[in-house]
């Protein structure tokens, strides 16, 4: 679906934009790989590995998704974007909380503008498992942004924009997750442990990517996409990263919760069950006719998708397997 297409990943330059980038590269033939973000040593330093040569698709784009202009003239005949521009940290947020609404929610209509008004045919937007019952501000604006961008279909117009959006757990050793974090505690022999019952999902940056590029070719416009994922207790994961440090609980941080949800029992009505993941269909009724649900199966009313009642755990084993071929 890619090969002759031009590609925009914003946020190009995080962890999942280094490694879609390299997964894009290696398996399809992209007329235009455009990296889309703010930071400009970022992107001299992925150009170390992904040169911007005669020879090469890939174009470093600075910008930022807060500047609507910027993105018109990014987005000139661009066929796909991967929105993986955000604000992510959760303290940071809560801080600095306009900054994230700025980046996350203003960003995100931005997005959708300029996708319409440049004829972009599909975009698919990164989520998180915050999103889902949100208590903090992160997982708010998130939540906001899934809502834009799935409203984003109607008022397309004449044009041909489809937008849906991609909802999944913790990534594996991402950056400012608790892997790198662990490691560095490792040194001093003792992790500090929130709450010893906290669960969360969990998935490697090639899986994400992978289902993100499922979803865009699979995508009609509407839905929102989450995969299938095991989950993990800390203390797993702990044994896992450093099995001789000791643990010292420190309770739970502001903002955060003890299980992750992505999807609540509220929205079982509009859930549809396939193999590998879940699709949230539209709230919109003249969507229903883009959907062949058929092919999936509705949960029962009152399913919830939490992290504590997943029935697919990882064991310490299988998680340090997990983050050594990470």
């Known amino acids: 679906m890619l090969n002759g297409k031009s590609i925009l990943i914003t946020g190009g330059t995080g962890s999942f934009g280094k490694k879609c980038t390299e997964v894009i590269l290696s398996r399809y033939k992209p007329r235009k790989l455009i990296i889309f973000s703010r930071d400009e040593l970022k992107q001299f ?8 040569s005669k020879d090469s698709p890939i174009r470093y784009f600075l910008g930022d998704v807060r500047d609507a202009e910027r993105l018109h003239r990014a987005f000139h005949q661009v ?6 521009a955000a604000l992510k940290q959760v303290p940071a947020a809560e801080y600095n909380p306009f900054e994230a609404v700025k980046t996350n929610i203003i960003g995100a209509q931005n997005i959708i503008n300029a996708a319409i008004d440049k004829k972009v045919s599909k975009v698919i937007a990164l989520s998180t498992d915050k999103a889902a019952n949100p208590i903090n501000l992160y997982g708010a604006t998130k939540l906001c942004s899934d809502k834009l961008f799935i409203a984003g279909n109607v008022y397309v117009g004449e044009e041909h924009a489809t937008f849906s959006v991609v909802r999944y757990g913790n990534v594996v050793g991402s950056r400012g997750s608790v892997i790198p ?46 995969p299938k994922l095991p989950s993990m207790n800390i203390m797993d994961l702990a044994k896992a990263v450093a099995p001789e440090c000791k643990t010292e609980i420190i309770g739970i941080r502001p903002g955060e919760k003890l299980h992750e949800v992505m999807i ?25 006719r883009r959907f062949d649900v058929s092919k999936g199966k509705a949960v029962k009313d009152g399913f919830e998708y939490s992290s504590d009642s997943n029935t697919v755990w990882l064991t310490a084993e299988q998680i340090k397997e997990m983050i050594d071929n990470a």
């Open 45 to 52: 330093e992925m150009a170390q590995k992904f040169p911007d």
């Open 79 to 84: 066929d796909y974007v991967i929105h993986a």
């Open 181 to 226: 974090f662990f490691k560095k505690e490792r040194a001093k022999g003792v992790l500090p442990i929130t709450d010893t019952r906290m669960t969360r999902f969990w998935i490697t940056l090639e899986q994400s990517v992978d289902f993100v590029l499922q979803s865009l070719e699979r995508m009609v416009g509407g839905e929102l996409f989450i």
């Open 264 to 288: 609540p029992a509220e929205d079982s009505r509009r859930t549809l069950e396939f193999d590998d993941h879940y699709l949230l269909a539209p709230e919109f009724d003249f969507f229903a």
